[in-house]
């Protein structure tokens, strides 16, 4: 049974296929040329010896009347291989283009004569041209006539009988050299097929045998490529997709980390407080009351952390609805800056905020809400020393353009395009934030996204990031 299925997948191997469709290749042009060859070989050539001769009666027609009439048909006869004579009414011969005394003429019986001279006097042109089975030779012949005016007004006869089948010996020693043709040309078929497809399957092979690795978890595979366009291309498609997934598979594992740190910390705070109020602050009101103030914020923290990852869950399969309305993005960007206060007060942020008149905007209002929410956030968790974050509305007349800049580090060139990607952080040492889940640009995205409308970020390394987003105005 292994083996079995081991030769059905060889057979549908690219190897293989290469192999048999050269050797079936090589085998269709051999039989075609036995065909042609073997077949078709006396066709041709009864073909060709027919207008051969006819070409040469018109030619001789042509030529009758000259001093040396003689001559050329003894020369054109010997040259061509036919027989050559003039006949008069009687059918009697006048000029034969072979030598009496060296051999006996070969001619026509009276029967034949007489047909011969009745077809030439039926023709409209005084030219005929037909096949006749000569039963001596016991062969076939094609005959060529012409009517010829003599000097003295006489009508002579011009006889031209060659034979159509002199190529027996001919067939037979190209049958003989055909089969030495298809002997060697299909060992020769044999062994250039094998070397082609070993070339051509060997760098498939070879990225088959990388894509394993791939598939194994080896993100430090090299796709190699080959002799050919396609397979090079192929290989640094692969080598792409593979330093792709690498990243993909460092975030996932980064996501995992710090969403379990995120769990850990407020779980272990949770039921630390929980133990020191049990054994400790259970009856002072005062230390219970601040233990159980800090359970409280973990668990808040807590739920928010759940709250965000099945949000964006939600958001990435599309299953949150959007509910379009109309409102003013100047003061749900003052609401949220209200919520901040407290970070102005305790920490000494400032926030800078140009909002000149109201602006109506179309889109889901409490959606875009958290999307402006989670950027300040954002910029409150990266801004400079000066703790400054500046917020910008702008109408562009069709749209309004919301702003939020930071005084940070700025993003380099090469992490620009994963900053929105879960729990992505500049520095691969994680910390909680400040305010926040650090799922907040996942979700922006996600909204943004289901919004169908223009966002990005604007960022120069160590000069801080300026996210932003358009809204249609109504």
Request: net charge neutral; hydrophobic share 40%.
């Amino acid at each position: 049974m292994v083996n079995r299925l081991k030769n059905r997948l060889y057979n549908k191997s690219l190897k293989f296929k290469l192999w048999l469709y050269f050797i079936l290749f090589t085998a269709i042009i051999m039989t075609i040329l036995w065909f042609l060859q073997i077949v078709f070989l006396n066709t041709y050539y009864k073909s060709m010896k027919t207008n051969e001769i006819k070409k040469i009666g018109n030619a001789l027609v042509s030529e009758y009347g000259k001093e040396d009439f003689a001559d050329i048909i003894y020369s054109t006869s010997f040259k061509r291989g036919i027989i050559i004579q003039i006949l008069n009414e009687k059918g009697e011969l006048i000029v034969t283009s072979i030598d009496i005394g060296e051999l006996r003429i070969p001619r026509a019986g009276p029967i034949e004569t007489t047909m011969f001279i009745e077809k030439l006097l039926d023709s409209k042109d005084g030219k005929v041209l037909y096949t006749v089975d000569n039963l001596k030779l016991g062969s076939p012949t094609v005959v060529y006539g012409a009517i010829l005016r003599d000097e003295n007004g006489e009508d002579l006869y011009l006889y031209i009988n060659g034979l159509l089948d002199p190529i027996d010996s001919t067939t037979s020693v190209l049958k003989n050299q055909l089969i030495i043709v298809t002997i060697l040309s299909s060992l020769l078929a044999i062994g250039l097929s094998f070397i082609i497809a070993s070339k051509v399957s060997k760098p498939i092979t070879r990225v088959t045998k990388s894509a394993s690795r791939l598939a194994r978890g080896d993100y430090d595979v090299i796709f190699e490529g080959g002799d050919y366009i396609e397979i090079n291309q192929l290989a640094d498609t692969l080598n792409y997709a593979t330093k792709e997934l690498s990243k993909t598979e460092a975030l996932r594992r980064d996501f995992i980390a710090n969403v379990s740190h995120d769990l850990k910390t407020p779980l272990t705070l949770i039921k630390s407080y929980g133990e020191m109020i049990r054994d400790i602050s259970g009856n002072i009101p005062e230390k219970r009351n601040s233990h159980v103030k800090v359970i409280i914020d973990e668990s808040d923290r807590l739920t928010e952390l759940v709250n965000d990852i099945l949000k964006l869950s939600q958001l990435q399969s599309g299953v949150i609805q959007m509910e379009y309305t109309t409102f003013d993005i100047g003061k749900i960007t003052e609401n949220i800056l209200n919520r901040f206060q407290v970070l102005v007060e305790r920490d000494n942020y400032t926030f800078n905020f140009n909002y000149d008149k109201e602006t109506l905007v179309i889109g889901d209002e409490n959606k875009i809400e958290q999307v402006i929410y989670n950027l300040i956030s954002n910029a409150i968790y990266y801004t400079g020393e000066d703790k400054l974050v500046t917020i910008n509305i702008k109408n562009l007349g069709e749209y309004a353009k919301f702003e939020v800049q930071d005084t940070g580090q700025g993003i380099s060139n090469e992490e620009i395009d994963y900053i929105w990607n879960r729990y992505y952080k500049l520095s691969k040492n994680h910390s909680r934030a400040v305010i926040g889940t650090g799922l907040g640009l996942s979700i922006v995205k996600g909204i943004l996204e289901a919004h169908n409308v223009e966002f990005g970020i604007d960022s120069t390394f160590g000069k801080g990031s300026k996210f932003w987003f358009q809204l249609k105005i109504k």
